[in-house]
T-cell receptor, first 111, second 115 residues
Framework: GQQVMQIPQYQHVQEGEDFTTYCNSS?????IQWYKQRPGGHPVFLIQ?????EVKKQKRLTFQFGEAKKNSSLHITATQTTDVGTYFC???????????FGKGTKLSVIP | DTEVTQTPKHLVMGMTNKKSLKCEQH?????MYWYKQKAKKPPELMFV???????INESVPSRFSPECPNSSLLNLHLHALQPEDSALYLC??????????????FGPGTRLTVL
């Protein structure tokens, strides 16, 4: 089946520093979705990117979809302790119903 | 309302017990999902129901038995589980399920421990 590779697995940053997580696929993706899971919580949908080269912003979060629609990134500017959690990207799986999740990037923010 | 509810929040069961997990959504979504999530891992798809019919069973052992009584409810019946089945069980729903651009909304999960 399709795989979405996500790096890094872990990231520790000082509060106020920036953070970026990357997702890559060997095949073209029709779309990519991003989810955040707080410690002890459940995945919460953040955003979906569909168009080649698309860039979307949500306050301090910037999401990009590559021109070839094979990679995506999530960048957080000036991290805060509320940003702590695991960020997952997810692309379409082998079937129409499926999401294939990346392994996630666990973000720790040191106050 | 983008809420998916799940009960119970926590469940401890023995290997000979029979229990059920419940999930409910009132967003009018026609696709509902069960995922299993082990610690430090991404969610793994178990089952998909679309329009109340089982569409996908990801080779899940028969000790897990899903049921979709109506478009708002999804159950997962558990019987003769093993300790390695201990995990967070997440329910999700999406508008139709037949479109890869569907957003999936997750419930808070049931944390299951099998003794």
């Amino acid at each position: 089946g399709q795989q979405v590779m996500q790096i890094p697995q872990y990231q520790h940053v000082q509060e106020g520093e920036d953070f970026t997580t990357y997702c890559n696929s060997s095949t073209t993706l029709s779309n990519i979705q991003w989810y955040k899971q707080r410690p002890g919580g459940h995945p919460v949908f953040l955003i979906q990117l569909v168009k080649s080269g698309e860039v979307k912003k949500q306050k301090r979060l910037t999401f990009q979809f590559g021109e070839a629609k094979k990679n995506s990134s999530l960048h957080i500017t000036a991290t805060q302790t509320t940003d702590v959690g695991t960020y997952f990207c997810a692309g379409p799986g082998a079937g129409s119903y499926q999401l294939t999740f990346g392994k996630g990037t666990k973000l720790s923010v040191i106050p | 309302d983008t809420e998916v509810t799940q009960t119970p929040k926590h469940l401890v069961m023995g290997m000979t017990n029979k229990k059920s997990l419940k999930c409910e959504q009132h967003m009018g979504h026609r696709a509902m999902y069960w995922y299993k999530q082990k610690a430090k891992k991404p969610p793994e798809l178990m089952f998909v129901y679309s329009y109340e019919k089982l569409s996908i069973n990801e080779s899940v052992p028969s000790r897990f038995s899903p049921e979709c009584p109506n478009s708002s409810l999804l159950n997962l019946h558990l019987h003769a589980l093993q300790p390695e089945d201990s995990a967070l069980y997440l329910c999700a729903s999406s508008q139709t399920g037949g479109d890869t651009t569907d957003t999936q909304y997750f419930g808070p999960g049931t944390r299951l421990t099998v003794l």
